[in-house]
């Protein structure tokens, strides 16, 4: 260790066992201040000059405090403001809205090993002792808590509130991440780009919505081929240079209305209104929820509840099966356990069958893992048809409806992705799982974008909600019309 970061160790010890008095300063900062300050100053010129002129730093955008807390206003909409929901934005998140490529893990490093800097004019600097001024100097930001008494040190912490025109610079490797401004080179496919154009139910200045078909995945992963996600980077932007963005989640199998955010603020305000419909509800002040975000699915279960319409408020737990291979959702004993979390569902018999299944709508008030099928299932006692994962005993023991199996599709005529669209009823041996999206009611993200960047005052709990639907997919629509029968 070197004499200055001796010195600088004894002036943050000495700080801290100093006394509280904001005038009073401990004698190693003193011996640091009179022989170090200069060339510590100078080293920080130096270092930002030589590493800038080297093309070391990846800069970010000047801070500009006009720019909208899409967290913030998705709270707003969702009808929790509290004094603090406009909170200031930090270098952190600053770092997270302009570079979203980059994983947040990575940004969280990069603040931790002190490889960020920030210019702005509003640090406090010391020539000599009491006597502060306002210097553009580029510090190092840290993750760490930083007092204001320490501030000379050239440090400010990563959760340090942005003044207007402050900047922020990364380190030049960041770049190799690519960004999501550029659209990935891809051979267009004609068939493809119709038929994903074909599941669209709504498309504004901020948001797109589609009707998900069943045995699509929603998101990219290892193994996984044309994901929604990745398609509609390809074929549903449009004129825009983002790609679109997912805001929650289907299950593969579950098919239905899916929200996309068709910018990255439009994406923050939808995640935050889904978080705060997860977060917020709870059995005990359902009464006071303002339900902004509402969603409605249909499924055929099997068997009947013991009454028509309920409420279910059951935690859920993830358990590892088959040696560690596999997960799956149950009902936790203990509602206090860590692992636990709140479930609230809604449903009600839309339609019953003498055949042994019946039609429930589910409205779920948090959005936990497998909820839905996990609370029909072991709540209920009645596993939607299709969901071999929690209902696997009672497919064994359903008695199939006498009748031909559907006719197949036309020989040569194929769905894009290896869909299978037409199969799947409750006429087939192995049904499709039953678990449908039908209905959402949500804020209008895009009028409430307009009126915040036009006026920050603006009222947002007199705007208009949208309402979407999304018809059954087909082998539900069978299944339905064979019920029906």
Same mark, same amino acid.
């Given at each position: 260790?070197?004499?200055?970061?001796?010195?600088?160790?004894?002036?943050?010890?000495?700080?801290?066992?100093?006394?509280?008095?904001?005038?009073?300063?401990?004698?190693?900062?003193?011996?640091?201040?009179?022989?170090?300050? !200069?060339?510590? !100053?100078?080293? +920080?010129?130096?270092?930002?000059?030589?590493?800038?002129?080297?093309?070391?730093?990846?800069?970010?955008?000047?801070?500009?405090?006009? =720019?909208?807390?899409?967290?913030?206003?998705?709270?707003?909409?969702?009808?929790?403001?509290?004094?603090?929901?406009?909170?200031?934005?930090?270098?952190?998140?600053?770092? #997270?809205?302009?570079?979203?490529? &980059?994983?947040?893990? #990575?940004?969280?490093?990069?603040?931790?090993?002190?490889?960020?800097?920030?210019?702005?004019?509003?640090?406090?600097?010391?020539?000599?002792?009491?006597?502060?001024?306002?210097?553009?100097?580029?510090?190092?930001?840290?993750?760490?808590?930083?007092?204001?008494? &320490?501030?000379?040190?050239?440090?400010?912490?990563?959760?340090?509130?942005?003044?207007?025109? $402050?900047?922020?610079?990364?380190?030049?490797?960041?770049?190799?991440?690519?960004?999501?401004?550029?659209?990935?080179?891809?051979?267009?496919?004609?068939?493809?780009?119709?038929?994903?154009?074909?599941?669209? %139910?709504?498309?504004?200045?901020?948001?797109?919505?589609?009707?998900?078909?069943?045995?699509?995945?929603?998101?990219?992963?290892?193994?996984?081929?044309?994901?929604?996600?990745?398609?509609?980077?390809?074929?549903?932007?449009?004129?825009? !240079? *983002?790609?679109?963005?997912? +805001?929650?989640?289907?299950?593969?199998?579950?098919?239905?209305?899916?929200?996309? /955010?068709?910018?990255?603020?439009?994406?923050?305000?939808?995640?935050?209104?889904?978080?705060?419909?997860?977060?917020?509800?709870?059995?005990?002040?359902?009464?006071?929820?303002?339900? !902004? %975000?509402?969603?409605?699915?249909? =499924?055929?279960?099997?068997?009947?509840?013991?009454?028509?319409?309920?409420?279910?408020? +059951?935690?859920?737990?993830?358990?590892?099966?088959?040696? /560690?291979?596999?997960?799956?959702?149950?009902?936790? $004993?203990?509602?206090? =356990?860590?692992?636990?979390?709140?479930?609230?569902?809604?449903?009600?018999?839309? @339609?019953?069958?003498?055949?042994?299944?019946?039609?429930?709508?589910?409205?779920? %008030?948090?959005?936990?893992?497998?909820?839905?099928? +996990?609370?029909?299932?072991?709540?209920?006692?009645?596993?939607?048809?299709?969901?071999?994962?929690?209902?696997?005993?009672?497919?064994?023991?359903?008695?199939?409806?006498?009748?031909?199996?559907?006719?197949? &599709?036309?020989?040569? @005529?194929?769905?894009?992705?290896?869909?299978?669209?037409?199969?799947?009823?409750?006429?087939?041996?192995?049904?499709? &799982?039953?678990?449908?999206?039908? $209905?959402?009611?949500?804020?209008?993200?895009?009028?409430?974008?307009?009126?915040?960047?036009?006026?920050?005052?603006?009222?947002?709990?007199?705007? *208009?909600?949208?309402?979407?639907?999304?018809?059954?997919?087909?082998?539900?629509?069978?299944?339905?019309?064979?019920?029906?029968?």
């Amino acid at each position: 260790m070197n004499l200055s970061s001796a010195i600088l160790r004894r002036a943050v010890q000495s700080f801290a066992a100093a006394s509280r008095g904001p005038t009073t300063l401990p004698l190693a900062f003193q011996e640091f201040q009179s022989q170090y300050s !200069t060339a510590t !100053t100078d080293a +920080v010129v130096t270092e930002r000059k030589d590493e800038k002129s080297k093309g070391k730093w990846f800069t970010l955008p000047p801070f500009n405090s006009s =720019a909208v807390d899409g967290a913030a206003l998705g709270k707003e909409l969702s009808g929790r403001r509290s004094d603090d929901a406009v909170t200031a934005t930090t270098a952190l998140k600053w770092v #997270l809205r302009c570079c979203p490529q &980059l994983p947040r893990s #990575l940004v969280q490093k990069l603040f931790r090993l002190r490889q960020v800097r920030r210019e702005s004019s509003d640090l406090p600097t010391s020539s000599d002792l009491g006597v502060l001024t306002h210097e553009h100097k580029l510090t190092r930001v840290t993750y760490a808590y930083i007092p204001v008494q &320490l501030k000379f040190l050239f440090l400010v912490a990563a959760k340090d509130p942005m003044n207007v025109g $402050d900047q922020i610079f990364l380190p030049i490797t960041v770049q190799e991440f690519p960004s999501e401004t550029e659209k990935p080179e891809c051979f267009y496919n004609e068939e493809e780009m119709e038929f994903l154009h074909s599941l669209e %139910l709504y498309k504004d200045s901020a948001i797109i919505v589609v009707n998900k078909p069943p045995g699509m995945p929603v998101q990219g992963g290892a193994g996984i081929r044309n994901s929604l996600d990745e398609l509609a980077a390809s074929y549903l932007r449009y004129d825009y !240079t *983002e790609p679109p963005r997912l +805001v929650h989640r289907l299950d593969r199998d579950s098919s239905g209305i899916l929200v996309m /955010g068709r910018t990255q603020t439009s994406a923050r305000v939808l995640h935050s209104i889904f978080r705060e419909k997860t977060s917020g509800a709870s059995s005990d002040d359902l009464q006071n929820i303002k339900r !902004t %975000l509402q969603r409605r699915y249909w =499924a055929l279960v099997i068997g009947s509840p013991r009454r028509s319409k309920g409420l279910i408020s +059951v935690p859920l737990k993830k358990v590892i099966v088959d040696d /560690g291979k596999s997960e799956r959702i149950t009902v936790a $004993d203990d509602a206090q =356990a860590m692992s636990s979390q709140h479930a609230i569902t809604e449903y009600r018999v839309i @339609k019953s069958s003498c055949n042994g299944y019946t039609w429930l709508e589910l409205s779920p %008030l948090t959005g936990r893992k497998h909820q839905l099928r +996990v609370h029909c299932a072991e709540v209920l006692g009645t596993p939607i048809v299709g969901d071999y994962k929690y209902g696997w005993q009672a497919h064994r023991k359903m008695k199939h409806l006498p009748g031909s199996i559907p006719e197949k &599709l036309p020989k040569g @005529k194929r769905l894009p992705f290896g869909l299978e669209l037409e199969k799947g009823s409750i006429l087939e041996k192995q049904p499709l &799982l039953h678990l449908h999206c039908k $209905d959402m009611v949500l804020p209008n993200v895009s009028s409430a974008l307009h009126h915040v960047q036009l006026s920050s005052g603006f009222d947002l709990s007199g705007l *208009e909600s949208l309402k979407l639907t999304a018809p059954l997919p087909s082998h539900m629509e069978k299944s339905w019309n064979i019920l029906n029968s």
